[in-house]
């Protein structure tokens, strides 16, 4: 079993039982996760500041600092303005500017890049282009998918930032402790046959939902309608056997 998953369910385990026993830890301080748009046009409707940051993400524009960023000091890039151009030069490993410079910097760095879906040029001609020029043009952009970017819809670049955070929970306030009867623990639960399903809600997937199904014996797994899956949880549904529905 992976050892972060055990780790978790540890701390699950120990969680329960200082609750179970009126004991109520302190929340940890949540660091913010720091995120850079990299955008070639600057207007707010453009770089998204105040639609990608929340309490859980903290947003800078490089183009707001003219590029004079370090690509280390951030968790995710999101990358805009695609353009045909762009993508053949990043593809391409040319970087003839800043922004196309820090866009591959973080690819090859392996950090967290998302692509912004509307502002992939080559998308727009789908229904248009010839077939040939098409792919021509779409084998750039496959590259940098083969290559671990992520393309995510524009309205849920937040909720993918933001993935596997949470916001802390209020501590309660302290209460006498009370005599409670032993009860004895109840079972785990599992599935109930191979071929369970387990059904989520949440419309962004990632590679613990996948590990946290595997350990409770799902092989399969119903998504919501328009899921976001990051890539790594497709990677971790095939290696452990479990179907994406």
Request: charged share 25%.
């Amino acid at each position: 079993m992976d050892m972060d998953l055990l780790i978790e369910l540890a701390v699950r385990a120990v969680k329960a039982y200082l609750e179970k026993e009126g004991v109520v830890a302190a929340a940890a301080p949540v660091e913010p996760r720091k995120a850079l748009v990299l955008t070639e046009e600057h207007c707010g409707e453009t770089c998204s500041i105040e639609n990608y940051g929340s309490e859980l993400c903290k947003v800078d524009c490089a183009l707001a600092q003219n590029y004079e960023v370090n690509v280390d000091d951030y968790d995710v890039v999101v990358v805009r303005n695609m353009t045909n151009s762009n993508l053949f030069k990043i593809a391409n490993g040319c970087t003839d500017n800043k922004f196309l410079a820090l866009a591959a910097e973080a690819i090859l760095k392996g950090k967290r890049v998302i692509m912004v879906k509307e502002c992939v040029e080559i998308l727009k001609y789908a229904e248009t282009a010839p077939k040939a020029l098409y792919n021509n043009i779409y084998k750039n952009l496959q590259i940098l998918l083969d290559s671990g970017v992520e393309l995510v819809e524009e309205e849920n670049v937040k909720t993918a930032l933001c993935d596997g955070l949470e916001v802390p929970a209020a501590a309660p306030k302290a209460a006498e402790k009370a005599v409670v009867k032993e009860e004895a623990p109840a079972p785990a639960a599992k599935a109930e046959s191979s071929d369970s399903v387990l059904v989520l809600t949440k419309r962004v997937v990632t590679e613990r939902d996948i590990k946290a199904a595997a350990a409770q014996h799902y092989t399969k797994i119903q998504l919501p309608e328009k899921p976001v899956i990051t890539y790594l949880a497709k990677d971790t549904a095939f290696e452990l056997g479990i179907e994406l529905l």
